[in-house]
């Protein structure tokens, strides 16, 4: 296999070949985790669920009877389920371990195989590296011959995750509400993009008392071939021209999509008479305002409450958090740093303290329930939202312009640069050399006055590819390459 082992774990297209997913990729990857979780349990386990692409169910079902074959006892979602199922599953069912098969919002081309730790959190560098060295040491024939996984199941060495599970992460979610009867009438369109979030999605909003949800039949069915939007990125407009479609059709307040793992979360309001949609910042800056608000005319808010938020997440955040008593913990890029700060609040005891955190690639994380971007919990949190609003006669976008008049507009900007292979980090590099000191060097016409260069690891974090700078006109700009594609993004932000 020539496929590299990181964090997030990995990702490819399919076909055959050690530089594409398929079959003998995933069992190679497999073999060095199953010795990855033999060196952290004398009793290893593993959780395992996948998505809607093409493979998805037997790669998993693949990575189940290879872990059997190794001694490590296999639990497996029988269906398709969201990303966030899995870390939860992970924590619940006490595995060493888990695995899910996606590649999130990729093109159709795509598949990818994603590795947790026993706390629910995708693995660490370090966990990632020992994983990759065992690839290495595998003997590639292990894999091969061994009972079927039918067989694995009557054995009892692989287990097939019940209900009660997912009832259980449902239940969680569901005890994160800050009210209990919904008054306006909130008219909903729902698009799960083919993907694994049709059930849970569907399942949560009925039981919070949203009446008027119309699904998006085309892309209600689970289909890896994603004929109506080959790029299934609720952040993507493309992606979520037929639920719009539905929109102008039903006059629906809100369209939400999920993407194929139902992890990250769109959101579409009516403005108007048009409808727009909202970037993940002000998605973010929404839900937070709105839990802090109402926890704290609940009583609910801890004491010492914290929020999380990444790096090239808008700074309005720290302003909204400011004005609630709440702290601030910056990370990296990457939900799974997010989910390493609320393991180490849980580490001290002080899990309760966590009320929210979010990335601006659309994800969001209502609770301590999971590790990892949930877009079952976010988009049942912004419904409840959204008929708060109604119910007083506003729009969420009235409720964002309130915001702004209270805390200031901060406008945020995304480009992003896409190459070919390896050419993303050859090009980065080029652009690291050229900034190695950037101070006093203009950016988008002002001079750079501050700057942090994350390469050497800064302010407690990891090393990382990454540049923020800090403008004279108070602007702000973080550029950094992709973690899952051959691209290179620029963030910036300004108050205006």
């Not at 809100?254 to 990250?264: G, K, W």
């Not at 009516?270 to 009583?299: S, T």
Request: with cysteine; proline share 4%; aromatic share 8%.
């Amino acid at each position: 296999m020539n496929l590299k082992f990181g964090t997030g774990g990995l990702r490819a297209t399919m076909g055959p070949g050690p530089d594409h997913m398929n079959l003998e990729t995933i069992q190679e990857a497999t073999l060095g985790v199953a010795a990855y979780a033999k060196e952290q349990s004398g009793n290893p386990s593993a959780a395992l669920a996948y998505d809607s692409r093409n493979h998805s169910e037997e790669f998993a079902r693949e990575a189940a009877r290879v872990l059997a074959m190794q001694g490590c006892k296999a639990y497996i979602y029988p269906k398709l389920m969201p990303t966030p199922t899995l870390s939860f599953a992970v924590r619940h069912l006490k595995t060493t371990v888990g695995i899910v098969v996606t590649a999130s919002h990729n093109p159709r081309e795509y598949n990818g195989y994603k590795v947790y730790g026993s706390d629910g959190c995708q693995v660490t560098n370090e966990a990632a590296d020992r994983i990759q060295q065992h690839i290495w040491a595998a003997d590639k024939s292990q894999a091969r011959g061994g009972k079927t996984f039918e067989e694995y199941v009557e054995d009892g060495q692989i287990v097939l995750i019940d209900e009660k599970t997912l009832k259980a992460f449902l239940a969680a979610i569901i005890r994160k509400r800050t009210k209990k009867e919904l008054t306006s009438g909130l008219k909903v369109v729902y698009t799960p993009l083919y993907g694994a979030g049709l059930i849970p999605v569907t399942s949560i909003l009925k039981y919070i008392g949203i009446k008027d949800l119309q699904i998006v039949t085309e892309q209600a069915k689970p289909n890896g071939d994603f004929p109506t939007c080959p790029y299934p990125n609720p952040e993507s407009l493309d992606a979520l021209k037929i639920g719009l479609e539905w929109c102008e059709k039903t006059g629906a307040d809100l369209l939400i999509a999920t993407d194929p793992d139902s992890d990250r979360l769109g959101v579409v309001a009516k403005k108007g008479d048009k409808y727009e949609r909202l970037n993940g910042n002000e998605v973010g800056i929404l839900l937070l305002e709105y839990i802090l608000r109402c926890r704290k005319a609940a009583g609910t808010l801890p004491e010492h409450p914290v929020t999380v938020r990444t790096i090239v997440s808008t700074s309005m955040v720290d302003r909204i958090a400011e004005a609630y008593g709440v702290e601030v913990i910056q990370t990296l890029t990457g939900f799974k740093w997010i989910g390493e700060q609320i393991g180490k609040l849980e580490q001290a005891g002080e899990e309760d303290r966590y009320v929210f955190g979010f990335e601006e690639s659309c994800g969001y994380l209502i609770g301590s329930y999971v590790r990892d971007k949930d877009a079952v919990g976010a988009a049942m949190m912004f419904c409840e939202m959204a008929d708060t609003y109604k119910a007083e006669g506003k729009t969420v976008w009235d409720a964002l312009d309130d915001l702004y008049a209270k805390y200031g507009h901060y406008e945020t900007t995304l480009k992003t640069y896409e190459f070919n292979g390896a050419e993303a980090d050859k090009r980065m590099a080029q652009i690291r050399e050229g900034l190695n000191s950037p101070e006093g060097m203009k950016f988008g016409g002002s001079k750079v006055v501050r700057y942090k260069d994350y390469k050497d690891g800064v302010d407690g974090l990891p090393a990382s590819n990454v540049l923020q700078m800090w403008m004279e006109d108070g602007s702000e700009a973080v550029i950094r390459p992709s973690g899952t594609e051959p691209k290179i993004k620029v963030y910036t932000e300004k108050l205006v």
